[in-house]
């Protein structure tokens, strides 16, 4: 059975700072990999979405990266804002149960301080 | 356009009430979801369909029933729910092929008094 983990659960850093958010996955068997920003009350926005086959993704201060075997992604931001401040949601497409849905994270509840 | 379009935003419904909560996406996506979210926990998936059918039912109860009407439209009929069923509901989309990138909507916050 898939599970993910996201690690750290909250995070507080101070405006300008650059941060990474962990991911992992106990089965590499997966087939994309997708990062998620969700804001209190709100639904979930798509940041960037890493195929199996693929190592990272970029999208103008995020980077994602993606090991599969290590069962391991990370979200890059840099030079946080306090505009950043969400929950992030890592989940992963696939695994062993064939099933085509997306299992999520914990999360990491991010405050950027200004 | 990426947008997944849910309504109502906001419903309050009694323990007797029939209601429905309505999806909708012009993506052509194959795939669309509902998911289950309580307060600072990650969203949880009650239905697949793929291609119109639903494909993954994950054992929600059947005062919960999903519906499929075309391919862009995606409703959750509601009955005689209870309170702990109150959370916020997510649609989502995808293209349906494993690869693809999965679109959610804004979500129903539901309120079951």
């Known amino acids: 059975k898939q599970e993910v983990t996201q690690i750290p659960a909250a995070l507080s850093v101070p405006e300008g700072e650059n941060l990474v958010l962990n991911c992992s996955f106990t089965?590499?068997?997966?087939?994309?990999l997708q990062w998620f920003r969700q804001d209190p009350g709100k639904g979930l926005t798509s940041l960037l979405l890493?195929?199996?086959?693929?190592r990272e993704q970029t999208s103008g201060r995020l980077n994602a990266s993606l090991d599969k075997s290590s069962g391991r992604s990370t979200l890059y931001i840099a030079a946080s804002q306090p505009g950043d401040s969400a929950t992030y949601l890592c989940a992963v497409h696939g695994g062993s149960s064939n099933t085509g849905k997306l299992i999520f994270g914990q999360g990491t509840t991010l405050q950027v301080k200004p | 356009d990426t947008e997944v379009t849910q309504t109502p935003k906001h419903l309050v419904m009694g323990m007797t009430n029939k209601k429905s909560l309505k999806c909708e996406q012009h993506m052509g996506h194959r795939a669309m979801y509902w998911y289950k979210q309580k307060a600072k926990k990650p969203p949880e998936l009650m239905f697949v369909y793929s291609y119109e059918k639903l494909s993954i039912n994950e054992s929600v109860p059947s005062r919960f029933s999903p519906e499929c009407p075309n391919s862009s439209l995606l409703n959750l009929h509601l009955h005689a729910l209870q309170p702990e069923d109150s959370a916020l509901y997510l649609c989502?989309?995808?293209?349906?092929?494993?690869?693809?990138?999965?679109?959610f909507g804004q979500g129903t916050r539901l309120t079951v008094v």
């Open positions: 089965d590499s068997a997966i087939y994309n």
């Open positions: 989502a989309s995808s293209g349906g092929r494993r690869n693809t990138e999965a679109f």
């Open positions: 890493i195929q199996s086959s693929q």
